[in-house]
Nanobody
Framework: QVQLVESGGGLVQAGGSLRLSCAAS????????MGWFRQAPGKEREFVATISWSGVSTYYADPVKGRFTISRDNAKKMVYLQMNSLSPEDTAVYYC???????????????????WGQGTQVTVSS
């Protein structure tokens, strides 16, 4: 079983920055890709970013490309999402996600992930 706990959300003005953290426990963290998703009120959960097990490869959704950076620290079992130049359109609950198997690498669909955190709210005011 895998446990994921997000933190770092909050209220920020447009143009500001936030850094989200995801703490993982329950298995060998370094062997698995990880992902970040978000869900705004009334909308489906959408892909934000994903990172390979080694941290060498990353992939971003177009709306956040160039503004968000995903990273990981395998020794600490942590995944991060640095968010810069935030806009009100980024307002959502942000979720950290992990797949069941090591063969699932850098998926962009929620269906590719089996474990989810409780989410952390990010609100960007205009």
């Amino acid at each position: 079983q895998v446990q994921l706990v997000e933190s770092g959300g909050g209220l920020v003005q447009a143009g500001g920055s936030l850094r989200l953290s995801c703490a993982a426990s329950g298995r060998t963290f370094s062997r698995y890709a990880m992902g970040w998703f978000r869900q705004a009120p009334g909308k489906e959960r959408e892909f934000v970013a994903t990172i390979s097990w080694s941290g060498v490869s990353t992939y971003y959704a177009d709306p956040v490309k160039g503004r968000f950076t995903i990273s990981r620290d395998n020794a600490k079992k942590m995944v991060y999402l640095q968010m810069n130049s935030l806009s009100p359109e980024d307002t959502a609950v942000y979720y950290c996600a992990a797949p069941e198997t090591t063969t699932q690498t850098m998926g962009v669909s929620p269906a590719a992930y089996d474990y989810w955190g409780q989410g952390t709210q990010v609100t960007v005011s205009s």
